[in-house]
């Protein structure tokens, strides 16, 4: 879950809320001001009314129903339809987070330390190498780290980084699994969800001028390519492309972290909710 940091507001040179596009925002001009009022209309912030926090909400709530259904519903393919809502909001959490966080360090390590200690509980509980999506995450987080290098260097070391990155994802996505057979190891969503947050970061390179509300817009877009790419790859029974529904949800975000203070539950939801789904499956 990302790290709650305080939202900063854009350039103070920036124009009214209102303006979706600025001048700034295409390079090659194809837009200058304005777009024409029929061209996104509802995108500016004082349109969007979903805060960081209900979405985190609404994503853990997703994120139960799922697990519900796995281990005790089983042929209930709904719950697992609703729990395609779960991944892709996180993980638009999770690139907001490397965008604000002020300790990366402690960021990566809360992920980290949490997934080692719930793949210890897996293993020696249910004999299990799979790999819980914080394990996703932790990876997601570290190839975020190699893009941002790699964009404020601008040099040999910042691609290789980069480059590293994606070589690390891809062999513990696809080369790991092959190794461990005939072990189940595999990672929850595979390559594609590894490069989600990725795919949602990327506005902040690729338009770093260009309005808040926009780079949004732009990083929901790629989110989108990329959950099709996960379908593709990772079906879970047919039901993963309803993951696409997430896409209206999310352009309902409006930048802001919301009243109250989140920090810290996931960190203690996700493990405590998974012991007691799979307690109460011990008593049916």
Same mark, same amino acid.
């Given at each position: 879950m990302p790290r709650e940091a305080t939202r900063e507001t854009d350039s103070a040179t920036e124009r009214p809320e209102g303006d979706v596009f600025g001048p700034e925002t295409f390079a090659l001009g194809a837009f /200058?001001? /304005?777009? %024409? %009022?029929? @061209? @996104? %209309?509802?995108l500016g912030y004082n349109t969007r009314s979903m805060t960081g926090n209900q979405l985190k909400i609404l994503a853990l709530l997703a994120m139960t129903v799922d697990h519900i259904g796995v281990v005790i519903f089983p042929q209930v393919t709904v719950l697992r339809i609703i729990g395609r809502l779960a991944y892709p909001i996180f993980a638009y959490m999770i690139a907001e987070g490397c965008?604000?966080?002020?300790d990366k360090k402690r960021y990566l390590g809360g992920i980290v330390a949490l997934g080692a200690a719930c793949q210890l509980v897996y293993f020696f509980a249910l004999g299990s190498l799979e790999q819980s999506i914080l394990s996703t995450f932790a990876l997601s987080i570290v190839t975020v780290y190699a893009v941002q290098l790699a964009d404020s260097r601008r040099d040999v070391r910042g691609t290789l980084a980069l480059a590293g990155a994606l070589a690390l994802d891809a062999f513990v996505c696809w080369g790991l699994p092959s190794l461990l057979r005939p072990s189940d190891f595999s990672i929850d969503y595979g390559f594609w969800g590894v490069l989600l947050p990725v795919l949602s970061y990327l506005p902040h390179v690729l338009v770093p001028a260009a309005k808040r509300s926009f780079r949004h817009v732009l990083a929901v877009a790629l989110m989108g390519g990329g959950l099709v790419l996960v379908a593709l790859t990772v079906p879970v029974g047919g039901t993963q492309w309803w993951g696409l529904a997430t896409v209206p949800l999310l352009l309902l975000y409006n930048g802001k972290r919301g009243t109250w203070k989140m920090k810290h539950l996931f960190y203690i939801y996700y493990p405590a909710h998974l012991v007691i789904i799979y307690g109460i499956s011990l008593l049916l």
């Open positions: /200058r001001g /304005r777009p %024409p %009022p029929s @061209l @996104l %209309p509802k965008f604000y966080t002020h």
